[in-house]
């Protein structure tokens, strides 16, 4: 068959009938190209999802010119020794998650509902019904940035600051010295922010009775010296940058695939509570994390093949949510589809810390979007963004 290349454009404008076709003549596939496996089964997916003692998170653990390159960055980037949550595996990560999964309680999700659906109904005010709304600009990109910032607990009149110190420690740990200046920015970058959280610590000693966020749950830890200060602004960078890029990708998408489905937008009016299912089925029909990766510890069996300890594996989330083995007629959006356990979030302990955060937007849109055009909406003009990683737009225009 034709080997598998994910950044040729036909494959960027629809990747799902070469997924399909790969998936039938083999789930378990070496590409050349992306000198990895790529899986694209459900069950597959699944089973390594699950298998924490066979498959990394980490790529260093891929060992090889590969691995030694990464830790080779992460050695001249100023916060390149501390863990990722993502990046990490047990039992740093459980370590880790346990501390913040403090912050990612139902009751505190359930508090933020009604704020993210008025910042949804202000976001849309801004443009009259009457005219054409450009959704990625107008809602998904700042929706989720808002939400995510102001869920970690930072003011929004320094998203901007919190934004790029972030994107700069990030850009040094993937990088390197390879840029002169990155590294000198970066670490001014850090030493900014570490001055900014102990301010914010400073002004919620002064106002105990102040709600509980994620930026008091890390600091009280950090204070506790239940993590470092290095982890505690590594954890923070992380949920920001992994929380507003595949949100922002999934509200755009959502908006996209209704626009393109007027009978599933009348199906949406006649059950308006069951906004929530729909809000799975579209996670399913177009995944914004197109795949994860995890790098093999030892030679493990999967589908046939062997993956040799080192190996990196391309788990295709995009491909597994529409294995007609687990979802029959898998093409077909389905708002009634029962059982409907998609991986758009991953599985297992590294299932997405935000996902009831992404969910609660997700859905709040979804009825918004249903509320604003009684008379149903379609798309008037798209254009693809994202990456292979994250599937989305950059401009969408509904109508």
Known sequence: ???????????????????????????????????????????????????????????????????????RRRA???????????????????????????????????????????????????????EPLEVVGNVAEPLSVMTVLDYLGFPLENAQAVRQWSLLLMQSRAEGAAHPGLIQAARAARDEMLRYLAMLADERDEHPEAPTNVVSV?????????????????????????????????????????????????????????????????????TATHFIARFALADVQIGGRIIRAGQQVHLMLGAANRDPDRFPNPDRLDF????????????GIHFCLGAPLARTELELWVRALIDRYPDGFSVQEMARGGSYQVRGLQRLVIA
């Not at 068959?1 to 003549?25: G, Q």
């Not at 990394?56 to 590969?66: I, L």
């Not at 501390?82 to 595996?89: E, F, K, P, R, V």
């Not at 006649?270 to 177009?286: K, N, S």
């Open 336 to 347: 009634e589809r029962k059982d409907n356990r998609q991986l758009s979030f991953g599985h």
């Open 218 to 286: 890390l600091i009280d830890a950090t204070t506790e010296g239940a993590m470092a200060p290095d982890e505690m602004l590594m954890m923070l960078i992380h949920i920001s940058l992994a929380g507003n890029g595949p949100t922002a990708m999934a509200i755009a998408n959502a908006a996209w695939v209704l626009g393109r489905h007027p009978e599933a937008q009348a199906w949406l009016r006649r059950h308006p509570d069951e906004a929530p299912a729909a809000v799975e089925e579209l996670l399913r029909f177009e």
């Open 1 to 71: 068959m034709t080997p598998f290349n994910p950044f040729r454009p036909s494959y960027t404008e629809d990747p799902y009938p070469i997924l399909d076709r790969l998936r039938a003549a083999e789930p378990v596939h070496w590409s050349a190209e992306l000198g990895a496996w790529v899986v694209t089964s459900y069950a597959d997916c699944l089973r390594i999802l699950q298998d924490d003692d066979s498959f990394s998170s980490d790529p260093v653990k891929s060992g090889g010119e590969f691995g030694e390159s990464v830790a």
């Open 76 to 130: 001249e980037s100023p916060l390149g020794a501390a863990a990722i949550m993502g990046n990490s595996d047990p039992p740093e990560h459980n370590r880790l998650r346990a501390i913040v999964n403090r912050a990612f309680t139902p009751r505190a999700i359930a508090a933020v509902r009604p704020i993210i659906g008025q910042r949804i109904d202000d976001l849309l005010e801004r443009v009259p019904v009457s």
